[in-house]
T-cell receptor
Framework: RKEVEQDPGPFNVPEGATVAFNCTYS??????FFWYRQDCRKEPKLLMS???SGNEDGRFTAQLNRASQYISLLIRDSKLSDSATYLC?????????????FGQGTILTVHP | ETGVTQTPRHLVMGMTNKKSLKCEQH?????MYWYKQSAKKPLELMFV???????ENNSVPSRFSPECPNSSHLFLHLHTLQPEDSALYLC??????????????FGPGTRLTVL
């Protein structure tokens, strides 16, 4: 089983649509969770951290379910500029020295 | 920009060549990382350095040799690579290398092709 598994996508949605990405992780000891965004041929950049209580940043909402080891990202009112690969990222914490484990990514294309 | 720079941005080398990748961070961070991103595969952590000391070697072959002369600079020395080592090599830095999940900031990467 992959340590971090994401919807493979690709997702093709019209501007203004709402789209949701899912992610599961296998290590129950994982402590920190993130969504990164990676544009084509660019480096990954942090989109948002994910907290147990859920958190929202503008059009983006992230949820964490520790019992199910499940993370989600919801994007409302999609913009063309949201087109990118979204990476689910997990940190095992403890003595794992900042070791981030990345999912394979979900490709999102927003079209006019 | 993220404050992490990498050179060169593109590199083509033969299997018998020796080359080095360079990473520099201007953020005052204490931890630096090397990752490998191959086509259609997740990013893979290769090495972690904390205050110039290597704290993680993720089962990387010895043909990859990291060097961290100070907390701002990180090198990846390459020797006798294989074609399957062709990938995007990303450097990242964070304030601390702890498990608390400090944000990691990535450089633009070096796209390596091994012929």
């Amino acid at each position: 089983r992959k340590e971090v598994e994401q919807d493979p996508g690709p997702f093709n949605v019209p501007e203004g649509a709402t789209v949701a990405f899912n992610c599961t992780y296998s290590n129950s000891a994982s402590q920190s969770f993130f969504w990164y965004r990676q544009d084509c041929r660019k480096e990954p950049k942090l989109l948002m951290s994910v907290y147990s209580s859920g958190n929202e940043d503008g059009r983006f909402t992230a949820q964490l379910n520790r019992a199910s080891q499940y993370i989600s990202l919801l994007i409302r009112d999609s913009k063309l500029s949201d087109s990118a690969t979204y990476l689910c990222v997990v940190n095992a914490g403890g003595t794992s020295y900042g070791k981030l484990t990345f999912g394979q990514g979900t490709i999102l294309t927003v079209h006019p | 920009e993220t404050g992490v720079t990498q050179t060169p941005r593109h590199l083509v080398m033969g299997m018998t060549n020796k080359k080095s990748l360079k990473c520099e961070q201007h953020l005052g961070h204490n931890a630096m990382y090397w990752y490998k991103q191959s086509a259609k595969k997740p990013l893979e952590l290769m090495f972690v350095y904390s205050l110039e000391e290597r704290v993680e070697n993720n089962s990387v072959p010895s043909r990859f040799s990291p060097e961290c002369p100070n907390s701002s600079h990180l090198f990846l020395h390459l020797h006798t690579l294989q074609p399957e080592d062709s990938a995007l090599y990303l450097c990242a830095s964070s304030q601390e290398p702890s498990g608390s999940g400090d944000t990691q900031y990535f450089g633009p990467g070096t796209r390596l092709t091994v012929l």
